[in-house]
């Protein structure tokens, strides 16, 4: 009855394990203050804050804002093309009427090349911060080094009043399809441990 109440244990916990570890969202670049410095070249100047870049006028189509991060990024193995089972965002929300307006981001490294761009619209969003997939643009990428994140830039696509904060860079990756060794080895162990019951049992 031990036996069989401790294997019951064993493949509880392991699938416990692995249904929490299907996804998980990972901050790999904040626009909060001392993380991240606005051009002041830009077409238009978001507000800096501990909370990220909040934009809150009326935009047109054109309008462009770009900076730096405080210090060179290492994203080569986030949502870049050629990255498996993972997926480029922005942490994201809307505050008031949301136009749903297009942009396109584009990422730079510190010699200017481009990494690549990708496109996505506020639609959806709302006033809680949301993980918003990027969709990289076909052909866009330029010889930049994902491994050599230095400069983020926005850029409106559409017209409208629009109040948004950007919080940060995310990247989802999909553990389901590619597991951590941790998890890896809490299978190994299971399966390990139900096989030295079972052996123990028959002797």
Do not use: C, H
């Amino acid at each position: 009855m031990k036996t069989n109440k401790l294997k019951v244990s064993i493949l509880a916990l392991v699938a416990v394990l692995a249904a929490n570890t299907q996804a998980a969202n990972v901050d790999i670049g904040s626009f909060a203050t001392g993380s991240f410095t606005v051009d002041p070249g830009s077409t238009y100047g978001p507000t800096q804050s501990g909370s990220g870049l909040t934009t809150s006028t009326t935009v047109t189509a054109g309008d462009t804002f770009y900076g730096t991060f405080n210090s060179p990024q290492n994203w080569s193995s986030y949502g870049f093309s050629g990255s498996a089972n993972t997926t480029l965002g922005l942490l994201m929300s809307v505050s008031g009427t949301n136009p749903n307006l297009f942009f396109t981001v584009t990422l730079l490294d510190s010699a200017s090349a481009t990494i690549e761009s990708y496109s996505a619209s506020t639609a959806g969003l709302s006033s809680t911060p949301s993980f918003l997939a990027l969709t990289p643009d076909a052909g866009s990428s330029a010889g930049g080094l994902a491994s050599d994140v230095s400069s983020f830039v926005f850029g409106w696509n559409g017209g409208g009043n629009i109040n948004t904060t950007l919080v940060a860079i995310q990247s989802t990756v999909d553990l389901a399809a590619v597991p951590e060794p941790s998890v890896a080895s809490l299978f190994a162990l299971g399966t390990v441990g139900l096989v030295a019951l079972r052996a123990r049992r028959k002797s």
